[in-house]
């Protein structure tokens, strides 16, 4: 079935660790997206891409890299968790030009100690 | 760029009643406008969409409005039920190269 897949949906580490969240998506979309959400808050846009080899910088200034080298994967690498990064990422994929419906991962909710 | 603004970020309801929320937007060239549901510990699901060249689309209890002139568009849901307690997002996109804009969220709560 096809569907937008993010590994691990939970992680809890220290601080100062390199850490990197994956996002896979079957659904052949070429835009895909990372956001930052506290519990029921808004979203926070930090990344996104418009297809392999392509990454743009979002609204939120995030201390974080991510690459697309394929189309179905998009990870998201911090290079030094802190404890502000401590919230939940939901990575997204959307159709492609004329309606741009966002299709939305499980998400991965990240405590940093 | 797009702004889009929502209101009110906190709705509550008694179970039965109807309840609307409404989205602003900015950028007029804006031409797709979804809306999402986020249940509690569960991911952004899309519930309804509605294109400029539409004023109203319906789905059963829930419907969207669209006013282009005033640049505003709204979610109605009819008969509500418990269930329906969640976060809603509205956004705003115009295709190509141009990424969506989501609106802040409204809790909707509905007490049974």
């Known amino acids: 079935e096809a569907d937008i897949y993010q590994t691990p949906r939970y992680l809890v580490i220290g601080t100062g660790k390199k850490i990197t969240l994956e996002c896979s998506q079957t659904?052949?979309?070429?835009?895909m997206y990372w956001y930052q959400q506290d519990p029921g808050m808004e979203l926070h846009l930090i990344h996104y891409?418009?297809?392999?080899?392509?990454?743009e910088k979002g609204d939120l200034s995030s201390e974080s890299t991510v690459s697309r080298i394929r189309t179905e994967h998009f990870p998201l690498t911090l290079e030094s968790a802190r404890p502000s990064h401590t919230s939940q990422y939901l990575c997204?994929?959307?159709?492609?030009?004329?309606?741009?419906?966002?299709?939305f991962g499980p998400g991965t909710r990240l405590l940093v100690l | 760029g797009e702004n889009v603004e929502q209101h009110p970020s906190t709705l509550s309801v008694q179970e039965g009643d109807s309840a609307v929320i409404k989205c602003t937007y900015s950028?007029?060239?804006?031409?797709?406008f979804p809306w999402y549901k986020q249940e509690l510990g569960k991911r952004p699901q899309l519930i309804i969409d509605?294109?400029?060249?539409?004023g109203e689309k319906k789905d059963q209890r829930i419907a969207v409005t669209l006013n282009k002139t005033a640049k505003h568009f709204s979610l109605h849901i009819t008969e509500t039920q418990p269930e329906d307690s969640a976060v809603y997002f509205c956004?705003?996109?115009?295709?190509?190269?141009?990424?969506?804009?989501f609106g802040r969220g409204t809790s909707l709560i509905v007490h049974p």
């Open positions: 997204a994929s959307s159709e492609p030009t004329g309606r741009e419906t966002q299709y």
């Open positions: 659904m052949g979309h070429d835009k």
């Open positions: 891409s418009y297809g392999v080899n392509s990454t």
């Open positions: 950028d007029s060239a804006s031409n797709y």
């Open positions: 509605i294109r400029s060249n539409v």
């Open positions: 956004a705003a996109s115009r295709g190509g190269s141009y990424i969506p804009t």
